[in-house]
């Protein structure tokens, strides 16, 4: 047995009173869960804290909170992780006690305590990118046969529970609310991938023309940290990116495509990115009137990064780097390419599973080919999707 120390955010917008931290100390072993002991305190000591919980297993997503400071599943943390290994700023050790702060998760309003409004925002979201197959006409007779790979590709975004917990730390939503977020267009992934759905091509123009579309996310790989279930988001907005710019030709308003393919640019010549040149480059380059009106409109910042030592004139006007042939050749060896390749093989498990197996057989899985593949793909979608 060990003593933790529970600070629960406390807060009820009905009440008209501010939030406020109730801190309660328990007993249990540290390989219980926060979840465990957040109960062990309703049961005993207060019955009025809201918390949100079903399965106890990981599996329907429903106790996402941050712990410390960091999204998660409160009943798939360990009271021992979460003291130790997730040590925020204010669990902090001080007189031996292990201290772990629970409050609600981020970019959702919050209905009470440790309970948020997932109607509001997480599920609005998901709704907003048509969640479900749009078959392919004719119908088969009997039922459409699927290449495994294809199914393999799609498996990690299967794996999600909806649990919110990407939608909590999402910096770009933080600043934009429209943004359709990680969990999301995790979900567009799952069904642009899918060779069975008819709308592939509309839902990627839609999410590219979307100025909170797929160009929105700004690669903080907070969704990635934040994923209990290692679907990655993040991964998949870039996989959305890529088949809309390189694969359907899709060039969207919002100049997302343009920067993209200014930041390619920027690297093949210079081996390092040159910033003063990408935003124009984005726009056209110099000379084009919407760039000229971007340069404009960046002036105050750049006038802010100079007077910080950031940037100079000389620096900005006159760079004389040259990428290295090192990495022309990287860039000529890729664009060479005849067509743009992209193997996406998810696979849950542990490493010492895979040491006990045949060499071969652990070989066959790294390269992404093999029976044991395909059966962990499977088995992760069936019981994965909702
Ligand atoms: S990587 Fe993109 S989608 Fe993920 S949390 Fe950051 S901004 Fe949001
Ligand atoms: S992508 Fe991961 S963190 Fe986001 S809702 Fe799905 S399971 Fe939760
Ligand atoms: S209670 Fe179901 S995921 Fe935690």
């Excluded at 999301?184 to 123009?205: E, H, I, N, S, T």
């Excluded at 899709?250 to 990115?273: S, T």
Aim: charged share 30%.
């Amino acid at each position: 047995m060990a003593t933790y120390t529970l600070k629960i955010r406390r807060f009820d917008p009905q009440s008209g009173q501010a939030a406020r931290w109730d801190e309660h100390t328990v007993e249990l072993e540290p390989r219980k869960s926060v979840l465990d002991a957040i109960l062990k305190i309703r049961d005993e000591v207060d019955g009025s804290i809201g918390i949100r919980c079903s399965c106890q297993q990981a599996i329907c997503g429903s106790c996402a909170v941050r712990i410390n400071g960091r999204p998660g599943l409160a009943c798939n943390t360990h009271l021992e992780q979460a003291a130790g290994r997730w040590g925020g700023a204010q669990s902090v050790i001080d007189d031996g006690r292990s201290v772990i702060e629970v409050e609600p998760i981020g970019n959702m309003p919050v209905i009470r305590d440790l309970i948020v409004d997932m109607d509001a925002v997480h599920w609005r979201k998901i709704q907003r990118v048509t969640p479900w197959l749009v078959n392919k006409e004719p119908i088969p007779e009997r039922e459409y046969v699927v290449p495994r790979e294809s199914m393999i590709d799609i498996t990690q975004t299967m794996a999600c529970i909806q649990c919110g917990a990407c939608v909590s730390d999402c910096l770009s939503m933080e600043v934009d609310p429209l943004f359709i977020g990680p969990a999301a267009l995790a979900k567009a992934y799952r069904f642009v991938g899918d060779p069975r759905d008819a709308q592939r091509r509309q839902r990627l123009l839609d999410l590219s023309e979307d100025p909170h579309g797929i160009y929105d996310c700004t690669h903080c790989f907070n969704c990635v940290d934040a994923c209990p279930k290692d679907v990655a988001p993040m991964d998949q907005i870039m996989r959305l990116r890529r088949i809309a710019g390189s694969d359907e030709g899709i060039v969207d308003r919002n100049n997302g495509y343009r920067h993209e393919h200014a930041f390619v640019k920027n690297i093949r010549r210079n081996g390092l990115l040159h910033e003063a040149d990408l935003l124009a480059d984005s726009y056209g380059g110099k000379l084009k009137p919407a760039a000229a009106r971007e340069l404009l409109s960046s002036m105050p910042i750049a006038l802010k990064a100079m007077t910080r030592g950031k940037m100079t004139p000389a620096t900005t006007l006159l760079h004389t780097h040259k990428a290295p042939s090192e990495v022309r050749q990287v860039f000529d060896q890729i664009e060479g390419r005849k067509e743009r390749l992209e193997f996406n093989i998810f696979i849950s498990g542990r490493d010492d599973e895979l040491e006990d197996e045949p060499a071969g057989a652990a070989a066959a899985v790294s390269a992404g080919t093999t029976d044991r593949a395909g059966s962990a793909g499977a088995e992760r979608g069936g019981e994965g999707e909702r």
